[in-house]
Each structure stands twice: as structure tokens, then as C-alpha cells.
């Protein structure tokens, strides 16, 4: 009786650090997988819809949409390179995988800059097939 | 004795912390990752509580760029914010994007100051304080103390 008594809260408190850490670390993605998302994203806005391209992919880095700043402003025309923040003038790591495997592993981080760089770059989100274009002509960049 | 053998312990547990007069801030990892994603993580203690809220407020429209967080990450690190603000007038500064480089107290420590080269702003304060990043800008780790 004691036995469990005294078990039972230490058992509660690793119990509880288990399901901390597990809810702390999604679970792990890959580029490949962000593509196929997209992938599923796009075909549901667009049923017609076949396959990314990353010479679109390029095209959209590269371009300024309606104001100062394209992708490639801060994340330079080559992306297996480091870049810099334009205002700041803080470096940023290479955005291309094979230069840089922790891009495109975590599913809160990539929304989170997409979402605030579409914004600051086209004044709106980015669609799933322009996310997927990019993401197909970053997979193309060799280090 | 007891209390003698404990004074060292307690002396390395609050260089940890931001010392008055030393000029190390403490940072914590959400700020750091959050608010040290774009520029340097300011240190929390030269910007009045108001400021902090007013500038958490904007942040959808952060001197020109996207910074917007979800809630959770926001009500985070406003509290945190907020108890690390400065109390005292001369890091207090008025406008609707409060910039720590605008204090009375910012101007007087950094008068008659030119930019190294490639820096493009007072803001971009590792250009100087070698150790910005880990809140450290004492004097020790000015660049021209370094050469």
C-alpha cells in the first residue's frame, strides 16, 4: 500500500514530462512531406491542377510582386547560400535543405514565415501551389 | 557558517540575472527565439512597460514587416516582458513604434557615435557590442575594447 502510495506520484510526474515532451515535439517532417501536403492543398483548390514546377518556383523567388522586396532580397538569388535580413542586416541561414537541413522540418515554423514573408513581399498569403512551386525549386538547389 | 558557505553560491546565482550596473540582461529562450529571429533580442530592461505593449500590440505591422505571433507565444512573452520592462523615466519613449534607441538614457550613452562600416543603423547594436546576442553589452565586449 505504501509502496504505491509513494510510486504512484513519481509514475503522475514522468507521465506527465512523457506527454509534455511529445506535445512540445511535433512529430517529425520532412521537405518531401511539406510537398506532398502541398501538393494535396493545391488539387483541392484546384482539381485541374498536375504538378509543381520549380522553374515557376524560381521565377517566384526571384520577382518582386508590387513592391521592394522579392524572396531572394533576403534570402540572396542563390539559396544554398546565407542571406541577410534587408533592414537588419541580420545573417539568415541558407534556406535550401541541402545546405541547411533543418529547413522545412517544422510545420509551426514554416507557417509561421510563410505566412509573415507572403505578406510582407505579395501583401497577402501565398497559395499552396506557389508554397509548392518554391518549395520543388529549393528541392533542385545543390549546395 | 552554514550561511558563509552559502554566499558564493548565491553570488553565482544571481550573475545570472541582470545585475544593476553590470549591463547583462537576461533573456529567455521564447524572446530569444521569437524577438531574436530578425535583429538581435533588445534587451528587455531599456524599454518602459508601456512601450512593450504598445510595440506587442503592433506587431502585425512591425516597422514595416510581419511579425505577428499566435496567442499563446504572444500572451508569453508580453508577460515576460512586462516584468522585465525598466521602471525609471529616461528609458521611457513616446510614439507608436517605440524604439529603445530613442531613450534619453540611449542618447546620452551613445553620443558622437560613428557606424562601423556595413552597419546601416544605431539598432544593429552587435555591430558594436560583440556579444549582443547572449545580452551581454558591457564594456568589456565593446569591438574597440576587442582590438
Known amino acids: ?143 | 557558517m552554514k550561511t558563509t558557505r552559502l554566499l558564493p553560491l548565491a553570488a553565482l546565482l544571481l550573475a545570472g540575472s541582470a545585475f544593476a550596473g553590470d549591463h547583462r540582461y537576461t533573456l529567455s529562450p521564447a524572446y530569444v527565439a521569437e524577438c531574436g529571429s530578425c535583429h538581435v533580442a533588445y534587451p528587455p530592461a531599456l524599454l518602459t512597460a508601456p512601450a512593450w505593449a504598445t510595440t506587442m500590440q503592433g506587431l502585425g505591422k512591425h516597422f514595416g514587416s510581419d511579425a505577428s505571433l499566435d496567442a499563446k507565444t504572444h500572451r508569453e512573452i508580453s508577460d515576460w516582458l512586462q516584468t522585465q520592462a525598466s521602471t525609471r523615466d529616461k528609458h521611457a519613449v513616446s510614439g507608436k513604434t517605440p524604439r529603445l534607441t530613442e531613450s534619453t538614457w540611449f542618447h546620452k550613452e551613445h553620443l558622437n557615435l560613428s557606424l562601423p562600416e556595413k552597419t546601416t543603423s544605431i539598432a544593429q547594436c552587435n555591430a558594436c557590442h560583440t556579444r549582443a546576442e547572449q545580452g551581454d553589452f558591457g564594456e568589456g565586449s565593446l569591438k574597440s575594447n576587442r582590438r
Open chain 1, 1 to 143: 500500500m505504501t509502496v504505491t502510495k509513494s510510486l504512484s506520484p513519481i509514475a503522475a510526474l514522468l507521465l506527465a514530462s512523457l506527454v509534455a515532451s511529445a506535445h512540445a515535439q511535433a512529430p517529425a517532417r520532412t521537405p518531401v512531406d511539406f510537398q506532398a501536403t502541398l501538393l494535396a492543398e493545391a488539387r483541392q483548390a484546384n482539381p485541374a491542377f498536375k504538378a509543381f514546377s520549380a522553374e515557376r518556383g524560381q521565377t517566384f523567388f526571384t520577382a518582386t510582386h508590387g513592391n521592394d522586396w522579392s524572396c531572394s532580397t533576403c534570402h540572396t538569388r542563390n539559396p544554398a547560400q546565407a542571406g541577410a535580413h534587408d533592414k537588419t542586416k541580420k545573417p539568415i541561414d541558407a534556406l535550401a535543405p541541402s545546405a541547411n537541413p533543418r529547413r522545412f522540418t517544422d510545420a509551426a515554423k514554416v507557417d509561421k514565415w510563410f505566412r509573415r514573408n507572403c505578406k510582407d513581399v505579395l501583401a497577402r498569403e501565398c497559395t499552396a501551389e506557389e508554397k509548392g512551386d518554391l518549395l520543388t525549386y529549393l528541392l533542385t538547389v545543390k549546395p
